[in-house]
């Protein structure tokens, strides 16, 4: 039984202890973060559970792509702990640095393919940059990594010939081609016609569970990301309005989250730019114009 002690012949007592739980793979202590006097993240503390789908969300401009870019180490925390796997990603020199990052998958905005490369030089340009497989093992890797997203039957296609959807399923491929343990995606949805949207979510989902994954999505699509998230965090106002899953995240009686997963004009975030009232714009109405 966990936790009880048991004699043993000779000279001590074993105790049964249950094991500890894993720690999250990544974790935010106290993090602050800002450009100039503007604060995108202040005092931002939050756990991503290992293996699983979590979704970053929130207005435009609340920090969701600057804490993919803490993850990665291209900015550093001004105050707290940005951890990945238990290392402070602010304090790892150069060469640790990389070799997280090489545990690390991005799929950035639109995609952002190499044009001048085909589909399977886009896919193969990781593995011929930082492994010194032979050609013929990363034809077999690339074209494993295209079957998974669809795309094998188009590895000699360009970038211009292929449609948005497809782009993003290439950069997908391209995004774990190195087998990371942490895959961050920004805007994955942004732009897609419908089919080419739920095709990107279902993939998102189903590789994350078969390759045991941990995942980072940055977006806007809720209904989506809803359906294929574990763990909802809502940042705003430099901290976070609501974590939980997506039905707690829904059910928040925090006023900006009810506006954001609603998709109010009006509440916390105003319709209106703040500004000079309407009269001093354009005098009284009643007495005309001065």
Do not use: W
């Not at 998958?105 to 011929?128: E, I």
């Not at 094998?152 to 087998?179: N, Q, T, Y």
């Not at 095709?199 to 045991?212: C, K, P, V, W, Y």
């Amino acid at each position: 039984m966990p936790g009880c002690l048991k004699e043993r012949p000779g000279f001590f007592i074993e105790m049964d202890t249950a094991p500890s739980p894993p720690h999250p793979f990544v974790e935010f202590r106290d993090v602050k973060f800002g450009y100039g006097a503007r604060a995108i993240l202040d005092g931002v503390s939050f756990a991503v559970p290992r293996g699983k789908v979590t979704a970053l969300m929130g207005a435009s401009g609340g920090g969701k792509t600057t804490v993919l870019r803490l993850i990665g180490g291209q900015q550093k925390a001004q105050r707290g702990e940005v951890l990945f796997d238990g290392s402070d990603v602010g304090g790892l020199d150069a060469g640790a640095l990389y070799a997280a990052r090489r545990r690390m998958g991005m799929l950035f905005q639109f995609g952002a393919l190499f044009t001048d490369m085909s589909v399977f030089d886009n896919v193969a340009f990781p593995l011929r940059e930082h492994t010194q497989l032979s050609e013929a093992l990363v034809r077999d890797v690339v074209l494993m990594k295209l079957d998974a997203v669809g795309l094998r039957g188009a590895r000699d296609l360009m970038p211009s010939e292929v449609s948005g959807g497809m782009a993003r399923r290439v950069a997908l491929a391209r995004a774990i081609a190195l087998d990371p343990d942490l895959v961050m995606y920004d805007e994955p949805f942004a732009g897609l016609d419908p089919i080419s949207l739920g095709t990107a979510a279902r993939l998102i989902r189903q590789l994350n569970d078969a390759l045991g994954l941990t995942s980072i999505i940055v977006s806007h699509d809720l209904e989506e990301t809803f359906r294929i998230a574990d763990h909802v965090i809502i940042l705003a106002n430099g901290g976070i309005a609501a974590q939980g899953t997506p039905a707690e995240v829904r059910e928040s009686a925090d006023p900006l989250v009810h506006q954001f997963v609603n998709a109010l004009p009006d509440g916390p975030v105003h319709f209106h730019y703040p500004g000079v009232s309407i009269e001093d714009d354009f005098g009284n109405v009643e007495g005309g114009r001065s």
